[in-house]
């Protein structure tokens, strides 16, 4: 079954230093694709990052990362050079290729301090 | 602007209430998807919709239903309402292809 951990609650980065969130999955579909969110204290939910599971190379976007090791089975979200702005709640998720569900982890609140 | 509108807003209702949430996907977007978030928690898949059928079903309650309908909008329906339903109900459509959900504002419902 599909399973999505993210076993950090909480962490406190200082400002400018490089941040890892954790991310493991659990899937039985060898196709699936991984997906990262933002949601700001505002309350939306912000796309950040996107891996398929037969992608070659770790996902890029500007300062985002993915961190994608599938032998571990685990999707790690880096973000460079931390900005305040950065201080949201951080979703990793899941979509396997046979099923059209999209399921979320509990998320890791990620505090940036100056 | 995500492209995704959620009516209305906010909601308070009392228990035992019915209310309806209304969600209008993006232009060209054939799949909606429904989730619940409850205070400091994380998203719970509750349902999905492609093109006017349902494709997949999470943890919904019995009290709770949706529907698509040939305009691609949705609505979710929640029934008899309890204190332990308020939460924040996002719907999202789906980018074909890679499945990235691109979400509304979410509806913010209080159950008093």
């Known amino acids: 079954a599909q399973k999505i951990t993210q076993t950090q609650p909480g962490m406190f980065v200082q400002e400018k230093e490089a941040v890892t969130l954790d991310c493991t999955y659990d899937?039985?579909?060898?196709?699936?694709?991984l997906f990262w969110y933002k949601q700001p204290s505002s309350g939306e939910m912000i796309f950040l990052i996107y891996q398929g599971s037969y992608d070659q190379q770790n996902a890029t976007e500007g300062r985002y990362s993915l961190n994608f090791q599938k032998a571990r089975k685990s999707a790690n979200l880096v973000i460079s050079a931390s900005q305040l702005g950065d201080s949201a709640m951080y979703f990793c998720a899941m979509r396997e290729a046979g099923n059209d569900k999209i399921i979320f982890g509990k998320g890791t609140r990620l505090h940036i301090l100056p | 602007d995500s492209g995704v509108t959620q009516t209305p807003k906010h909601l308070i209702t009392a228990t035992g209430q019915r209310v309806t949430l209304r969600c209008s996907p993006r232009s060209g977007d054939l799949s909606v998807y429904w989730y619940q978030q409850s205070l400091d928690q994380g998203l719970q898949f509750l349902i999905q919709?492609?093109?006017?059928?349902?494709?997949a079903k999470g943890n919904i309650l019995e009290r709770f239903s949706a529907q698509q309908f040939p305009d691609l909008h949705s609505e979710l329906n929640l029934s008899s309402l309890e204190l332990g339903d308020s939460a924040l109900y996002f719907c999202?459509?789906?980018?074909?292809?890679?499945?990235?959900?691109?979400f509304g504002e979410g509806s913010r419902l209080t159950v008093l």
């Open positions: 899937t039985s579909d060898p196709s699936y694709g």
């Open positions: 999202a459509s789906s980018v074909p292809g890679t499945g990235e959900l691109f």
């Open positions: 919709y492609y093109n006017g059928e349902e494709r």
